[in-house]
């Protein structure tokens, strides 16, 4: 009733008997070469992805400014940036440099970053 009169075994007319443990081997070679291809391949192109953004963050984006004597962080903020809000850009100056208001000294130079 199930006879088919393809032969399961030669169905595209190969010969060759082949084990499971041949098979086995063959793609766990080929498994093996992909693998190590695709590491030495993508191994430099990741380190040179990872430098140039290490490159990107270290970059300061915007413009130095220089305390003077009687300057706080709301004078400065004021001054650089006139029409915004000075809570706004006292924050961004503050975090940017790492310092606090109180701790500004005359001709210590400031980050102001972009807004």
């Known amino acids: 009733m199930f006879e088919s009169g393809i032969d399961t075994e030669q169905a595209f007319g190969q010969d060759v008997d ?3 443990t041949h098979v086995r081997r063959r ?7 992909v693998t190590v291809l695709l590491a030495v391949l993508l ?3 990741g380190h040179v992805l990872q430098a140039g953004a290490a490159v990107r963050r270290a970059e300061p984006v915007g413009s130095t400014v220089l ?6 962080l709301w004078t400065i903020a004021r001054r650089v940036e006139p029409g915004a809000d000075p809570r706004a850009v ?3 100056i503050s975090e940017a440099n790492d310092v ?6 005359p001709g210590q130079r400031l980050l ?4």
Not at 100 to 105: D, E, H, M, P, T
């Open 18 to 20: 082949m084990s499971r």
């Open 100 to 105: 606090a208001a109180a701790g500004l000294v």
């Open 27 to 33: 793609r766990l070679t080929l498994t093996a070469a």
């Open 90 to 92: 006292v924050a961004a």
């Open 67 to 72: 305390v003077r004597p009687g300057d706080s």
């Open 43 to 45: 191994g430099p192109v």
């Open 112 to 115: 102001v970053p972009e807004p």
